[in-house]
């Protein structure tokens, strides 16, 4: 009864939601979505309704800025917002509230004094989230590879969102997070050993980047990550409230547990 209840309570949030969008704004980002998002172009009729109200309430909410002299266009807006709808569109957290400055870059960036060059940051000091646009755009044109720079940087900021909110209201499940970096941990461990070829190496590095790394070939690779590791996929599965292997609805009862 509790689930069913929530449900209704959140198709009936963005119902009220899609009465203060114009169709417009709306056959743009469904047409743009259609060109980039395989997760979107999947999707079915209902669902795809929901993933364009989402987006479009995420970048009502963020502040999009670039580099002096680096034009950001509507189509690359939507874009950037499909990639933290996708991750989020089993959750109630559909929007950045501590990280909600998003910052484009024509090409890889580095910070002042240093000489590292980044394709991509989140930033807490800045509490902003720095993007190159051509490793983002890569991301989306391939996209069965494991690699999406837009998906692996909104990875960390909902680990980080979740931190900062107390145990009440967690964007992810305590004791689901639990069971994640206790499986996290021996996929590292797996990595670190070349026991898998499926996780690309840089997940090896710690948890917070095991998170991303796994999200991206959670959304990308769905069918391999399953195979090599099912609990750690069904793992995955709980926490974000969806299953990318069902691509026409993918949160389908997971969203209501």
Same mark, same amino acid.
């Given at each position: 009864?509790?689930?069913?209840?929530?449900?209704?309570?959140?198709?009936?949030?963005?119902? $009220?939601?899609?009465?203060? $969008?114009?169709?417009?704004?709306?056959?743009?980002?469904?047409?743009?979505?259609?060109?980039?998002?395989?997760?979107?172009?999947?999707?079915?009729?209902?669902?795809?309704?929901?993933?364009? =109200?989402?987006?479009?309430?995420?970048?009502?909410? *963020?502040?999009?800025?670039?580099?002096?002299?680096? !034009?950001? +266009?509507?189509?690359?807006?939507?874009?950037?917002?499909? *990639?933290?709808?996708?991750?989020?569109?089993?959750?109630?957290?559909?929007?950045?509230?501590?990280?909600?400055?998003?910052?484009?870059?024509?090409?890889?960036? +580095?910070?002042?004094?240093?000489?590292?060059? @980044?394709? %991509?940051?989140?930033?807490? $000091?800045?509490?902003?989230?720095?993007?190159?646009?051509? *490793?983002?755009?890569?991301?989306?044109?391939?996209?069965?590879?494991? =690699?999406?720079? *837009?998906?692996?940087?909104?990875?960390?900021?909902? =680990?980080?969102?979740?931190?900062?909110?107390?145990?009440?209201?967690?964007?992810?499940?305590? %004791?689901?997070?639990?069971?994640?970096?206790? @499986? %996290?941990?021996?996929? =590292?461990?797996?990595?670190?050993?070349?026991?898998?070829?499926?996780?690309?190496?840089?997940? %090896?590095?710690?948890?917070?980047?095991?998170?991303?790394?796994? @999200?991206?070939?959670?959304?990308?690779?769905?069918?391999?990550?399953? !195979?090599?590791?099912?609990?750690?996929?069904?793992?995955?599965?709980? $926490?974000?409230?969806?299953?990318?292997?069902?691509?026409?609805?993918?949160?389908?009862?997971?969203?209501? @547990?």
């Amino acid at each position: 009864m509790i689930s069913t209840v929530r449900y209704t309570f959140i198709d009936l949030k963005y119902r $009220l939601y899609d009465l203060f $969008l114009s169709k417009t704004s709306k056959a743009e980002c469904h047409d743009v979505l259609m060109q980039w998002n395989s997760y979107f172009k999947g999707l079915g009729e209902r669902e795809k309704k929901e993933f364009v =109200i989402r987006t479009l309430r995420f970048l009502g909410s *963020a502040q999009i800025e670039s580099e002096k002299g680096f !034009a950001v +266009t509507r189509e690359m807006q939507l874009l950037l917002g499909s *990639a933290f709808v996708q991750i989020t569109f089993g959750l109630n957290h559909d929007v950045l509230e501590y990280f909600n400055r998003i910052v484009l870059f024509s090409k890889n960036y +580095t910070y002042k004094n240093s000489n590292i060059y @980044l394709k %991509g940051d989140v930033n807490p $000091l800045t509490r902003s989230v720095n993007l190159s646009w051509p *490793a983002i755009e890569s991301g989306f044109k391939s996209s069965s590879d494991g =690699i999406n720079l *837009a998906l692996h940087e909104f990875a960390h900021c909902l =680990i980080l969102e979740n931190s900062k909110k107390n145990y009440f209201q967690r964007i992810l499940h305590p %004791g689901q997070l639990k069971q994640w970096e206790r @499986l %996290g941990i021996k996929q =590292i461990a797996r990595i670190r050993q070349g026991q898998t070829t499926v996780f690309r190496k840089y997940g %090896g590095t710690n948890l917070m980047e095991m998170f991303a790394v796994a @999200l991206e070939t959670f959304f990308e690779r769905p069918l391999d990550f399953h !195979a090599d590791a099912p609990e750690f996929y069904n793992c995955m599965c709980f $926490l974000l409230k969806q299953d990318p292997r069902h691509t026409e609805n993918p949160t389908r009862i997971l969203r209501t @547990l």
